[in-house]
């Protein structure tokens, strides 16, 4: 069984960091690109970071560009998410998941492409 939990989340104030975590089990961690979403209150989840299996490539989404940072340990089969100078408008769940395939690919935002995802853990910015 696939477990993916996130853990990390929490308030900011704007111009703050925070650095989330995303533990997996139950899939052969190596083979999979992984991924972390936002998705704020009522919106839909969109794409924030994606990871290539070997930590050779990554993908941001155009508004944590610069600011966030993607990476993740084969060995713990941990994902970890930094982000730095965030802003209100960085509010909301923060979900892993992971890839059917081992790259992100250009489509790394369309969510049909992952199989498996956390149950999300939250973070609010304060202005």
């Known amino acids: 069984q696939v477990q993916l939990v996130e853990s990390g989340g929490g308030s900011v104030q704007a111009g703050g960091s925070m650095s989330l975590s995303c533990q997996a089990s139950g899939l052969n961690f190596d083979d999979r690109a992984m991924a972390w979403f936002r998705q704020g209150l009522g919106e839909e989840r969109e794409g924030v970071a994606c990871?290539?299996?070997?930590?050779?490539?990554?993908w941001y989404g155009d508004s944590v560009q610069g600011r966030f940072t993607i990476s993740r340990d084969n060995t713990k089969k941990t994902v970890l998410l930094q982000m730095n100078n965030l802003k209100p408008e960085d509010t909301g769940i923060f979900y892993c998941?992971?890839?059917?395939?081992?790259?992100?690919?250009?489509?790394?935002?369309?969510?049909?492409?992952?199989?498996?995802w956390g149950r999300g853990t939250p973070v609010t910015v304060a202005s």
């Open positions: 998941a992971a890839h059917f395939s081992s790259s992100c690919s250009s489509w790394w935002r369309d969510q049909e492409r992952y199989s498996d």
């Open positions: 990871i290539k299996w070997n930590n050779r490539s990554t």
